[in-house]
């Protein structure tokens, strides 16, 4: 017999009273994708819902690393422009230095120039100082032997023995004795000087030098000082060496160098 309307609404009324009979149904009915749907659907539920909470965190994340890059990039920003001024700095700071040591440079070329100047004037008023002292002795030591009764028999003669210049008069004594009387001339005269002198006139092998020059002995030994110290004269008295000075002889030669 067919199945007709009247026949599905008894089956309803069966159904609604008999509870257990519908999943029976369903199972005969309904496939097993179709019977497992509700589930997957609350599955795919359950992922949509962790899917959107994921995706919640993943937005803050990106929030966070949007700002973290902001931070870095006005970091960056900041460094990079702490960079470039300190470099302006260094660069004008080297700029300075270069121009110092320029100036530098330029003002020791000058004091050089300036120092070389001085030396060629110190040089020219030793030169002329040494010639002033040695002259003025020359003519205190004429004038002391005249007085004193000899007689000159030549000019002064300037020797360079030793670096130094000395001054030898070739003269005669009132009994008719030929000697020499020889002298060392300084601006500055002490105890060291006078000793030195001695010590020279005693030498043999400045006396020798002294007879190759044509002054052969026997000496009459002097010194002479522009400004001699009281340790001067009593050198001059302890070695027997004569002591002139501008105002004339201070102390008299004597004891062996005299001859």
Do not use: C
Not at 1 to 17: G, R
Not at 77 to 86: A, G, L, P
């Amino acid at each position: 017999m067919p199945f007709t309307i009247s026949d599905f609404h008894d089956l309803v009324e069966l159904l609604e009273q008999q509870p257990g009979w519908r999943a029976e149904i369903r199972r005969l009915v309904l496939t097993d994708d179709i019977l497992r749907l509700p589930k997957t659907v609350e599955e795919l539920a359950a992922a949509q819902q962790r899917t959107e909470q994921r995706l919640e965190e993943l937005a803050a994340a990106q929030q966070r690393t949007e700002q973290r890059l902001e931070e870095l990039a006005t970091t960056v920003d900041q460094f990079v422009r702490s960079t470039e001024e300190r470099f302006r700095q260094v660069e004008k700071a080297l700029a300075d230095l270069s121009a110092a040591q320029q100036r530098t440079e330029q003002r020791l070329e000058e004091l050089a120039a300036a120092q070389q100047r001085t030396s060629e004037q110190v040089t020219r008023l030793q030169n002329l100082i040494g010639v002033t002292v040695e002259e003025e002795a020359a003519a205190v030591l004429r004038v002391v032997l005249e007085e004193k009764g000899y007689r000159i028999l030549a000019e002064a003669l300037y020797l360079r023995l030793n670096g130094d210049v000395d001054v030898a008069h070739h003269v005669e004594d009132p009994q008719g004795r030929r000697l020499w009387a020889v002298m060392e001339a300084k601006t500055r005269l002490g105890w060291q000087a006078v000793e030195a002198w001695a010590n020279r006139m005693r030498s043999e092998g400045f006396r020798a030098a002294l007879r190759r020059a044509g002054v052969e002995g026997p000496f009459l030994v002097y010194v002479y000082g522009m400004r001699a110290d009281l340790s001067a004269r009593k050198a001059a008295e302890k070695f027997g060496v004569g002591l002139l000075s501008s105002q004339g002889e201070i102390v008299l030669p004597g004891g062996e160098l005299e001859v």
